[in-house]
Nanobody
Framework: QVQLVESGGGLVQPGGSLRLSCAAS????????MAWYRQAPGKEREFVAS???????AYADSVKGRFTISRDSTKGTVYLQMNSLKTDDTAVYYC???????WGQGTQVTVSS
């Protein structure tokens, strides 16, 4: 059964914007921290942003001021708004729910001119 489904990736030019979505099966936000991770080719998966059950957010230094995590509990969806994109942001982006341990299948983001 599908648990986390990401969407919204694509090809964008440097300086552009994208919004990623992560749809969750069931009402999990009240008991789980939701987070975004990314993995670039040849690199390890790294933390991007998170939001706790109480709505506290955290960001990797590399995306602070450019990315924003949010959620819509009525829709069971977590978002990652990405602005001022750089070529270094190119990666597969994954949604995660903790402590459930759920991972989505990932969505590709490519930043290139």
């Amino acid at each position: 059964q599908v648990q986390l489904v990401e969407s919204g990736g694509g090809l964008v030019q440097p300086g552009g914007s994208l919004r990623l979505s992560c749809a969750a099966s069931g009402s999990i936000f009240s008991r789980n921290t939701m987070a975004w991770y990314r993995q670039a080719p040849g690199k390890e998966r790294e933390f991007v942003a998170s939001m706790t059950t109480l709505g506290y957010t955290a960001y990797a230094d590399s995306v602070k001021g450019r990315f924003t995590i949010s959620r819509d509990s009525t829709k069971g969806t977590v978002y990652l708004q990405m602005n001022s994109l750089k070529t270094d942001d190119t990666a597969v982006y994954y949604c995660n729910a903790s402590p459930l341990g759920w991972w989505g299948q990932g969505t590709q983001v490519t930043v290139s001119s």
